[in-house]
């Protein structure tokens, strides 16, 4: 497998990939792979935090390619001593190639048919993980039902100067590829927005914030379970 999405969204923000290597060993093989990394992330959360977010299931991380889906979630995997998964790494590893290979070969509708696959698979997981998700997962509408039923989905809402700003140099996604990608990631932002917003729990802004702020703010967030942005989700 040559040069992947994944490795570039860990490049993009600074950080090691090594939960990604983890990922994609989990899916290959089927076992459940201890996130190895979780000493990295500093004091880990306080047990009424962690059993707050136990209650939540699943965090789910959504939002716009290049908004730090796979920086956060490394964070809250490492935070909460969860195994991330990525449903991108998953895609890969299944289909032995890249996303760009995917697009490439077998075109779009079969990388999206493959990530409702995921999602299918991901419902039977019993022990609550970290899931850090392509940026067009949301489109499907039968993915926004699964994404929710999953656990406590969270919107990381980026600007789309940050998002040009942090994929500059990148040519991983295939959406993004070609002339004029300021008007693409604009337009893109813009269909999406609303249906990011509908599908989460949790809205955060990440422009200019580190993970460790965001990621905070989402613990915070979920630890304060009767707040109305979390009331109707049932937990
Ligand atoms: C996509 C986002 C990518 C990847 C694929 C399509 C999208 O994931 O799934 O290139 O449609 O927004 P990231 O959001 O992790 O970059």
């Given at each position: 497998?040559?040069?992947?999405?994944?490795?570039?969204?860990?490049?993009?923000?600074?950080?090691?990939?090594?939960?990604?290597?983890?990922?994609?060993?989990?899916?290959?093989?089927?076992?459940?792979v201890e996130t190895a990394a979780r000493a990295a992330a500093g004091k880990a959360a306080d047990t009424q935090t962690v059993r707050n977010a136990r209650r939540c299931g699943h965090i789910v991380l959504i939002g716009f390619m290049g908004a730090g889906k796979s920086t956060v979630g490394r964070w809250l995997s490492r935070k909460l001593s969860r195994q991330l998964l990525d449903t991108d790494a998953m895609i890969e590893a299944g289909a032995g190639m890249t996303i760009s290979e995917i697009f490439a070969t077998r075109g779009e509708e079969a990388f999206r048919a493959a990530e409702t696959e995921v999602l299918t698979g991901l419902a039977a997981r019993r022990q609550p993980v970290v899931i850090s998700t392509g940026g067009g997962l949301p489109v499907r509408a039968e993915n926004r039902e699964a994404l929710r039923k999953l656990g406590c989905v969270v919107y990381l809402r980026v600007k789309p100067e940050t998002v040009c700003e942090r994929l500059a140099g990148d040519h991983s996604r295939p959406l993004l590829a070609g002339d004029d990608r300021q008007r693409k990631v604009e337009s893109l932002l813009a269909q999406r927005g609303p249906i990011y917003e509908e599908t989460a729990h949790l809205t955060v802004d990440v422009d200019g914030r580190t993970p460790e702020m965001i990621g905070e703010e989402i613990l915070g967030r979920m630890d304060a379970r009767r707040s109305a942005d979390i009331a109707h989700a049932g937990y």
């Open positions: 497998m040559g040069e992947h999405g994944k490795s570039a969204a860990g490049a993009e923000t600074g950080d090691a990939a090594g939960t990604v290597a983890e990922v994609r060993v989990e899916a290959a093989s089927g076992t459940v």
